[in-house]
């Protein structure tokens, strides 16, 4: 709303063709009129007969749909001045790589049924995408002991069918960052501290404490070899740490879930079920990958 007082000169807008009447009848503003063009906040603040603006009017006319630049306005033929549409700001343009994407948001206002609708067509189309099933099995894996030795035994694995070459790297990509954090002694059960300590507390580390702890080390790790649904590999993880097969239960309990269903696993034994030492044709079934 503008407020004008009694004595002020009339505004009179850019290109009209005809003077406005003062408030007195029967006479013209007293004062000369003057042309005033709504383009920036900072040119409308500057004249002195600059009525009070709305906060949320001085922020559209300040600009910050972006920046205002002359080579927008356009001319009609009544000499008035109008902007070809609102620009935006330069950081958000970035529809270029999703034309599609662009349109369906360009649509929202002039008809939400149909942006709607394109987009539920958008997420059919793009749902394998977006949506992932579970590929793995909902039965829990079996987990059992058989004589295992930390310093010479092998583990076993059976799955319900016999693995994809991307299953196998999957599990041969666990295997490898399990022995790394266990070869740089992260599995050492005598130092949790952070684990250990109570959850009301605000949590501290003895780093002196944590370097005279006794280390554990990951020894060595054989190669993952396959027979069709069997696998096994041999380990030598040293000292007696039991933190160290907890990890690789859970990470297989995950693996068994949500990408390739296990069986079961056996921690040692030098024999399992339908395993034949002298297999080695990759026919038959057989391949080595390497850890």
């Not at 002298?278 to 057989?286: K, L, Q, Y």
Request: charged share 25%.
């Amino acid at each position: 709303m503008l407020i004008l007082h009694a004595c002020a000169p009339f505004v009179q807008a850019s290109g009209l063709p005809f003077l406005l009447n003062s408030r007195h009848s029967h006479c013209f503003a007293s004062f000369p009129t003057i042309k005033l063009r709504l383009r920036t906040y900072a040119q409308f603040k500057a004249s002195p007969f600059a009525p009070k603006v709305s906060h949320n009017l001085q922020g559209v006319i300040a600009g910050d749909e972006g920046p205002y630049n002359d080579a927008d306005d356009v001319e009609d033929e009544d000499g008035f001045s109008t902007r070809r549409g609102f620009r935006g700001r330069g950081e958000e343009r970035d529809y270029d790589r999703d034309p599609e994407f662009a349109e369906i948001l360009g649509s929202c206002l002039d008809n939400p049924e149909k942006a709607q609708s394109k987009m539920e067509e958008r997420l059919r189309r793009k749902r394998n995408k977006i949506l992932h099933t579970k590929t793995g099995s909902a039965t829990p894996m079996k987990v059992t002991f058989n004589k295992f030795n930390f310093s010479n035994s092998y583990i076993w694995f059976e799955f319900y069918n016999a693995p994809l070459e991307k299953d196998v790297s999957l599990l041969c990509d666990s295997i490898r960052a399990w022995h790394i954090v266990g070869r740089l002694g992260g599995c050492n059960s005598m130092n949790m501290q952070l684990s250990q300590s109570p959850l009301e507390k605000r949590p501290s580390y003895d780093a002196i404490q944590g370097a005279n702890v006794t280390p554990t080390t990951f020894y060595n790790i054989g190669d993952l070899e396959i027979q069709q649904n069997l696998a096994r590999i041999w380990v030598d993880i040293g000292t007696g740490e039991s933190l160290i097969l907890d990890l690789l239960i859970n990470a297989l309990t995950q693996i068994s879930s949500d990408f390739v269903g296990i069986k079961q696993v056996v921690f040692g034994g030098s024999e399992f079920e339908n395993w034949k030492e002298n297999m080695t044709s990759e026919d038959a079934g057989f391949s080595v990958h390497k850890i």
